[in-house]
């Protein structure tokens, strides 16, 4: 029996630094770019003297990494020794496995939990990949002469190997070469490692898809489950409770967040200082999750694009520190940066909203205008509009971009502020260029902001003259789309579907 799960990648459209105090609101966006857990027995059969082995064998295996590590995982305690690893450790996907085999003990029956001890000491084999778009590859393309454009990167194999630089010249510690997009791939592999244990287990079914009111609600409650363990092995992992935004994303997929109260996961930090996994968990379960999710999707005709700029990297920890540090400092002019901030976010979300209904009622007048829009700069957008639906459509639009100069405005000025580059100039001359393309609605930093990553919004299909100008301004546009899709089960391995897709496309051609 072999379980493969997906969980997405994700990009925080609005709501940065806001959207880790409550009643803050962010607009999250999944993406197709999924992290891959692959599950299944190491042993074929259980041995009779098997039963009386007091551990379970775990391999976790990344191949993109060329690592594999050896594990026992008590029975009794349900903790986990590593016993072979000549790399680093992962402590998410660590986490990730004591809590989602704590929560089939405490939530099974007898009869439940023989089948769950049949199953564990035949062991668990665990397979982790990420898509190639959550690292950065722009080294390799220019070391190959390619221009830095989305159809170089196509021309990688999936799931291409990571190497690594050796920092020390003893050969002491590594560090991957290929640094990372800020897509949140240790909030989608913490999730994809849950979902595909927890349905493995028994503890969840992800397999079914019903119109079935009975039957959505309990899908709605394993998703819950999957959310929770997730939720708390990412945060144990890291170390800190943050927003979780990453996580529900990876879960439920784009959506309009709320956070949880941090309390919720205090039963997850006692964990820490000695409680037994199977209470933890329990407690987890039986806490009462405040945060609030709403769906949310880009309006239609709407093209989310991601750039890599490739100057650096940002350090998201302490860029909130440096701006938590502000707060304290200059709480009065904080405040009213944060509610300027907040307006914006809502404007946003509301203009983005409208369109939407919009689309759906008046389709044609929709289309019409997102086509028209789409070849022209937006100080054209109106010109020659006088059907009121067209022109309501158009409104929606220009609003929606004021709202994203306000936010990046605000930004800004908390950045200066706090002495931290949320928008650097750098990017702040792309984003302006950018936003005055034809059919641009919005560009902007995700996120904490910093040097990781830009995005932008278009229209129809504009898309290709925003990836033609940001190749020239040495900025690498990624493959990453919006795609609405959580969490889910996988048909198979996705490197037997690329191998076959290969395939058949050579045959093809």
């Avoid at 976790?60 to 594990?71: C, G």
């Avoid at 196509?154 to 997009?181: Q, W």
């Avoid at 709202?403 to 931290?420: F, K, P």
Wanted: charged share 20%; with cysteine.
């Amino acid at each position: 029996m072999e379980v493969v799960a997906s969980a997405p990648g994700k990009v925080l459209m609005t709501g940065g630094y806001l959207i880790l105090e409550r009643p803050n609101a962010g607009i999250v966006l999944s993406t197709n770019a999924r992290f891959y857990a692959i599950v299944k027995p190491i042993y074929e059969d259980v041995k009779p003297e098997s039963w009386a082995w007091a551990w379970t064998d775990v391999k976790l295996t990344s191949p993109q990494l060329s690592r594999e590590s050896m594990y026992k995982l008590s029975r009794k305690h349900l903790t986990l020794q590593c016993v072979s690893s000549s790399e680093s450790r992962n402590p998410f996907v660590e986490n990730a496995i004591q809590y989602t085999v704590a929560a089939a003990h405490a939530t099974f029956d007898k009869n439940k939990k023989d089948a769950l001890d049949k199953l564990l000491l035949q062991g668990l084999d665990i397979t982790i990949l990420g898509c190639n778009d959550f690292y950065s590859y722009r080294n390799q393309i220019e070391a190959l002469g390619l221009q830095l454009t989305p159809e170089a990167l196509a021309t990688l194999s999936p799931f291409t190997s990571i190497t690594f630089n050796s920092e020390e010249s003893n050969g002491g510690n590594c560090k991957p070469e290929v640094a990372k997009t800020g897509l949140g791939s240790s909030a989608a592999m913490t999730t994809a490692v849950v979902a595909a244990l927890l349905h493995y287990l028994g503890v969840v079914d992800l397999s079914t898809s019903s119109v079935d009111q009975h039957q959505k609600n309990k899908n709605s409650m394993d998703l819950d489950i999957v959310h929770m363990i997730a939720q708390s092995a990412h945060c144990i992992a890291q170390g800190k409770v943050g927003s979780g935004f990453d996580v529900s994303s990876a879960v439920y997929g784009s959506q309009r967040y709320v956070r949880f109260s941090p309390e919720v996961l205090s039963a997850a930090q006692a964990a820490v200082i000695g409680m037994p996994p199977e209470e933890v968990i329990r407690n987890i379960l039986n806490d009462k999750w405040d945060h609030e999710r709403t769906e949310f999707s880009l309006p239609p005709l709407m093209t989310l694009l991601l750039g890599e700029p490739g100057t650096g990297g940002s350090s998201t920890p302490s860029m909130v520190g440096a701006v938590k540090k502000w707060q304290k400092a200059d709480p009065e002019k904080s405040q009213e940066t944060w509610r300027k901030l907040a307006e914006a976010n809502s404007e946003l979300e509301t203009q983005l909203n409208l369109l939407r209904k919009l689309a759906e009622e008046h389709w044609d007048a929709y289309k019409c205008v997102i086509d028209s829009c789409s070849r022209l700069t937006p100080t054209k957008w109106m010109e020659g509009v006088t059907e009121p639906i067209k022109e309501a459509v158009v409104k929606a639009l220009l609003r929606a971009r004021e709202a994203m100069l306000e936010i990046r405005n605000q930004m800004r000025t908390m950045g200066e502020a706090a002495g931290i580059p949320i928008e650097p100039e750098s990017q702040t001359q792309l984003l302006d260029a950018t936003m005055n393309m034809e059919g641009v609605l919005l560009a902007g930093v995700p996120g904490a902001g910093g040097f990781d990553a830009v995005f932008a919004v278009t229209l129809g299909d504009s898309s290709g003259n925003v990836t033609n100008a940001w190749s020239s301004h040495n900025v690498l546009a990624l493959l990453v789309r919006e795609d609405p899709q959580g969490v889910c089960l996988e048909s198979g391995d996705p490197r037997v579907r690329d191998i076959t897709s290969a395939v058949s496309s050579a045959n093809i051609k």
